[in-house]
């Protein structure tokens, strides 16, 4: 007999974060990874684990996560979309799944990711909270974005590492920081990964610029300590946003459902 032959899907994913205990799979079953489990085992009549690009944390949200699965289970593209988001919550859903090659792999063969983080610098919105980070304080988006250019290309960013982050190198390549002011004040950053709270470290200090308490160019500074106490506190999770991440071209995965930011 034939050994059954798998099949590698990657899927995109966008989601809210807000009632769930992050992407990573637990006994409690109340993270993204475990709803999708779940459902996707039950299309596929077996049980079936998916790997992803990143882990996101409790609250932070994806626009653009990507996860992959193997399986010998035969369904078309549609019917794994349809069957998968039919058993989905409501703030969960599967945008795009393509067939790929065996070598692929969320993580692995990532070039880059961006992350969006969105603060709310206006009145405060109901519909808002929990979307993004309230500051009612007026911030001064010049300073905050002068002081984003000390961050760009490739630094060791051990001041603005978690205290639990796991990464045996803390160098990362910052490849562009966007800040934008609209609705929200939206800044957008792209690198070949962050490490363990990085952006909402960058982002809590980036607020001390922005409330004028210290100035652009003491993000020099902080870089430069290599020190997690150097740098502000950690930003609340609710604004951080997984927005999208990037493969070699030969992959071309559709990436639509980003432009909503």
């Excluded at 519909?127 to 911030?139: C, G, M």
């Excluded at 003491?218 to 999770?237: M, V």
């Amino acid at each position: 007999m034939m050994p059954a032959v798998l099949t590698k899907y990657a899927c995109g994913v966008e989601y809210l974060g807000s009632h769930y205990k992050g992407w990573q799979s637990q006994d409690s079953q109340e993270t993204i990874q475990d709803q999708i489990e779940s459902a996707l085992s039950n299309v596929a009549n077996e049980k079936l684990r998916i790997y992803s690009a990143g882990r996101t944390d409790s609250g932070v949200h994806a626009l653009g996560q990507v996860f992959h699965f193997s399986t010998n289970a035969n369904r078309t593209e549609n019917q794994w979309l349809d069957g998968i988001n039919s058993h989905l919550p409501s703030d969960i859903s599967i945008q795009w799944i393509k067939i790929v090659d065996e070598e692929f792999d969320a993580r692995y063969s990532a070039v880059s990711r961006t992350y969006i983080y969105l603060i709310n610098n206006k009145k405060f919105d109901v519909f808002s909270d929990q979307k993004s980070l309230y500051v009612r304080q007026k911030l001064n988006t010049e300073h905050m974005r002068e002081a984003c250019q000390y961050l760009i290309g490739k630094h060791d960013f051990s001041s603005f590492r978690a205290s639990s982050c796991q990464s045996n190198n803390p160098i990362r390549d910052m490849i562009s920081i966007e800040l934008e002011v609209d609705k929200f004040i939206s800044i957008r950053f792209t690198a070949n990964a962050f490490l363990h709270h990085m952006i909402r470290n960058i982002v809590g200090t980036l607020l001390e610029m922005g409330t004028e308490k210290i100035s652009p160019k003491d993000l020099l500074k902080i870089l430069q300590a290599k020190d997690r106490n150097a740098a502000s506190k950690t930003a609340s999770a609710e604004g951080l946003y997984l927005a999208r991440v990037n493969y070699p071209e030969k992959y071309a995965f559709p990436y639509d459902s980003n432009e909503m930011i």
